[in-house]
């Protein structure tokens, strides 16, 4: 059974970082690209960045610069570095694969 676990959303301020982690397992993990993406109740759901089990990185216009996707393939797991948060960052963030999605997890960028 595909599994992804996203953690390291909160409330922060604008101009601030958060950590993204998604723990994937029931798949092999190293085989895939893995995908950030996020809702909004206003912008409905967005791609915002990806990474190949290349380690090729890919990012969506509104986040290139401030963000940045990595992969740890031994620990089954990718992250979301956010930098230079903005209010307009805020959704709920998700990690897919494999055509499944996790749980979410809620950024919220105050201004």
């Known amino acids: 059974e595909v599994q992804l676990v996203e953690s390291g959303g909160g409330l922060v301020q604008a101009g601030g970082s958060l950590r993204l982690s998604c723990a994937g397992s029931g798949f092999s993990f190293e085989n895939y690209v893995m995908t950030w993406v996020r809702q909004t109740p206003g912008k409905g759901l967005e791609w915002v960045s990806a990474i190949k089990w290349t380690g090729d990185t890919y990012y969506a216009e509104s986040v290139k610069g401030r963000f940045t996707i990595s992969r740890d393939n031994a620990q089954n797991k990718m992250y979301l570095q956010m930098n230079n948060l903005k209010p307009e960052d805020t959704a709920v963030y998700y990690c897919?694969?494999?055509?499944?999605w996790g749980q979410g997890t809620q950024v919220t960028v105050s201004s």
């Open positions: 897919m694969a494999n055509g499944e």
